[in-house]
């Protein structure tokens, strides 16, 4: 064990002495988790010193936290020193050469999703060179970002470009020993995005990873901020509705949102992680932080979601309700089938006067799946005239799902307006012979039904994203009935 | 157009229709009539072809198609329509939608393009007014929150839109006000053509005053124990079902 450890060291140092950048970007680390891994990490990313200090005093935290065990979802224990931290991007000799080489299954979702053709090679993850050239699209995309002031990049990008505004922004949201995985993460993470909107900036396009120059290998320990400067507004889109498959069980991104004064953040999620297969086998863990800060006065964080993906999801966007007059809403979809397994909810922290907060939450469960929602409403002593109003449905498609509702109040302030409504409804066989009886095919039905109950949240996604989202249920909830 | 055989079907294990036959010709319309219980929804159900319900002999027959091999969408797009006696609520899915899915699917199985959605306004205002209905009722759930008489014209107002061959009302008359009972027949009448067949289910005279029926039969256990024309309706209801089913057992 010791001379292991001692020959990673050396490795590690060995490397750094000859220089890194172009040598070892191609090779992974070694699975197994200590200062070393987190040195070596660092030293790839070329990072400035801050950034390892920064890492460092995060794992030395995450040493003596535990896992959350009180999630509504079961799964057997991780060997956190059974996984590689460093996972280089595939080289283009191991990647398909051309559509021919992918998965014909892959193919056929991805038909079925609409994804246009050029997008379908790059998320099958086809060397880049042998089909087309995104640079041309990146590069006036980048062009108009930058006539506007607004900085989108890969994270480590920001970290070597624009030091000052990681160092002021990032852990100020989701601290270190926030909990178990953002402290994991914010030792570890690989990559991610980053985004500043300066003051008074409407950023002049919705931002979508769908462009990132790098989005290639984001891998599994992903961070994101954002930060919208005083009176500015952004919409941000992350991920997307093909398919994602992935040798790396366990997921543990960190996303981080401040909204300055007046400013306005939407941030707009379609994920579609591998579930596992239909008796449950091989999915991903998905254990996400994310939280918006209203940090100003009158600013705004909305978070949108429609979620099919994950054997076993678990995360909360929350918004923390600091400014005064500030405003924070969670739209959320969440499908579980067969055996997946999703503990989802919110938090909405008011803390400044008049602080709103708005949680409109559709779970629809078919198969054997299990999903929970899980909602905090935290009103502080100061909130003067702080109002919430959530909305909590379900729907359920058979008979062996279920879902499960914990909503939790916590309120400090006597004045404050809190509203909870919660509904289950089922999709049953009369509605659906009443649907075919009208000519229209079970399917179809199920769709009908099914986008009917989630109409209220779709209607806050953009709208292309909103049309793929709709074609992204139906197909996650093909032969759930029947 | 419609020749049901000696048919016997079952629910939950116990024998409902029990060697029934029936006849219907393009351009006629036939009411049928019976106790509570007599089996009227599960013909109606069986024709539509509800999983609930086991066919254990006998044969239906559509236009020279074996009905019993098709799935409900299949027959619906060959044009039979059932008018629920219960029409369920669907909430969140706005009735224009399902109308104008059922529309598509029939247009699709025909080979026609889908409709346009300012055709499809028009046709649906259209078919609304001449129902009395209020067009403000497309934007509403399916049946969600309406009325027992709104959800019936809800009924007429998709076979309407539909233009089905063979439409089987079960019991669209029950619980209407005379107002209702006259859109109600109005939308029948609309649709009475040489080249389609209606069935009406029916407990009442009633409806039959504004519908006049080609034929009349009187359902008992499971069996179509009498069979007349019009007149028989108002005998029926001169008499009580107690004398058919003295006939019939007599
Ligand atoms: N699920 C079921 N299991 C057993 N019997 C049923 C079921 N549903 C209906 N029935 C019975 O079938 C018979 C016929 O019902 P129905 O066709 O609805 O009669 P009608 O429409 O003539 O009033 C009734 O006696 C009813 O109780
Ligand atoms: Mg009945």
């Known amino acids: 064990m010791a001379t292991e450890q001692e020959n990673l060291e050396q490795l590690v140092n060995r490397r750094y002495e000859h220089g890194f950048v172009t040598d070892i970007a191609t090779e992974s680390l070694p699975p197994g988790l200590d200062e070393g891994v987190i040195r070596a990490i660092s030293a790839r990313k070329n990072e400035p010193e801050f950034m390892l200090e920064w890492r460092l005093r995060a794992y030395r935290q995450w040493l003596d936290m535990k896992e959350p065990e009180w999630a509504h979802v079961h799964y057997p224990p991780i060997d956190f020193q059974d996984i590689s931290y460093f996972a280089a991007p595939k080289s283009d000799e191991d990647r398909p050469k051309s559509l021919d080489e992918v998965d014909p299954k892959l193919l056929e979702t991805y038909d079925k999703l609409g994804i246009p053709l050029h997008e379908r090679a790059r998320l099958a993850g086809v060397a880049v060179d042998a089909v087309f050239d995104s640079v041309s699209v990146a590069t006036t995309f980048k062009e108009k970002l930058s006539e506007a002031g607004v900085i989108f990049c890969s994270f480590s990008e920001a970290v070597r470009e624009h030091p000052e505004l990681v160092r002021k922004y990032l852990g100020s949201v989701v601290p270190q020993r926030d909990n178990f995985y953002a402290a994991l993460n914010s030792a570890v993470f690989s990559d991610g995005s980053f985004v500043y909107v300066p003051k008074g900036v409407r950023c002049p396009m919705e931002l979508s990873t769908y462009f990132r120059i790098n989005a290639a290998n984001t891998g599994q320990f992903e961070r994101t901020l954002i930060v919208a400067d005083e009176g500015s507004y952004v919409s941000y889109l992350e991920g997307c509705t093909a398919p994602m498959r992935d040798e790396n069980q366990l997921h543990a991104a960190v996303v981080e949102l401040v909204a300055l004064g007046d400013a306005e953040i939407k941030y707009s999620t379609v994920q579609n992680w591998y579930p596992g297969d239909e008796e449950g086998k091989g999915g991903i863990y998905n254990f996400v932080t994310k939280r918006g800060d209203c940090r100003g006065a009158n600013s705004k964080i909305s978070w949108t979601q429609v979620e099919t993906g994950s054997a076993i999801t678990w995360k909360y966007p929350s918004c923390i309700l600091r400014g005064d007059n500030s405003v924070g809403e969670f739209y959320s979809v969440a499908v579980t089938n067969n055996y997946q397994q999703a503990d989802t909810g919110t938090k909405m922290i008011h803390i400044g006067k008049n602080t709103s907060s708005t949680i409109v939450s559709k779970g629809i469960s078919a198969g054997r799946a299990q999903q929970a929602y899980r909602g905090l409403v935290r009103v502080m002593p100061q909130a003067q005239g702080a109002r919430n109003h959530t909305q909590c449905d379900s729907l359920l498609i058979g008979k062996e799902c279920g879902a499960h509702t914990f909503p939790y109040m916590e309120i400090k302030n006597p004045g404050a307006k809190v509203e909870h409504e919660a509904t289950t409804s089922k999709i049953s066989a009369n509605q659906l012979f009443y649907c075919r009886q009208r000519g229209i095919s079970e399917e179809d039905a199920v769709n009908l039904i099914v986008n009917g109950f989630c109409k209220e949240v779709f209607k806050e996604l953009p709208m292309e994203f909103a049309v793929e989202a709709q074609a992204l249920l139906s197909v996650s909830l093909e032969g759930a009935v029947g | ?250």
Do not use: C
């Open chain 2, 1 to 250: 157009m419609l020749q049901i055989k000696d048919i016997h079907a079952t629910i939950g294990g116990s024998e409902i229709l029990r060697g029934l036959s029936l006849d219907v010709a393009a351009g006629e319309v036939h009411a049928i009539m019976g106790p509570n219980g007599s089996g009227k929804s599960t013909l109606a159900q069986v024709v539509a072809g509800h999983s609930d319900y086991e066919v254990t002999a006998g044969s239906v027959t559509y236009r020279d198609i074996d009905l019993l091999d098709l799935e409900p969408e299949e027959r619906a797009r060959e044009g039979i329509f059932l008018g629920f006696q219960y029409p369920v609520e669907i909430p969140g899915v706005n009735n224009a939608v399902l109308l104008r899915s059922a529309l598509n699917a029939k247009r699709k199985h025909q080979g026609l393009d889908e409709i346009d959605a300012f055709e499809f306004l028009k046709l649906a205002k259209e078919k609304m007014a001449m129902l009395g209905m209020d067009p403000k009722f497309l934007n509403r759930g399916v049946n969600e929150g309406f009325s027992g008489g709104e959800k019936k014209r809800n009924e007429i107002l998709q076979m309407a839109m539909l233009e089905p061959s063979l439409a089987i009302l079960d019991e669209t008359d029950s619980g209407l006000d005379i107002d209702a009972l006259r859109a109600v027949a109005e939308g029948v009448n609309a649709l009475r053509s040489p080249d389609r067949a209606i069935v009406l289910v029916t407990h009442y005279q009633r409806l039959l005053d504004y519908v006049e029926p080609d034929h009349v039969h009187v359902l008992s256990e499971g069996r179509i124990v009498r069979s007349g024309d019009k007149t028989l309706a108002l005998e029926l209801e001169d008499k009580g079902y107690d004398w058919v089913r003295e006939a019939a057992n007599g």
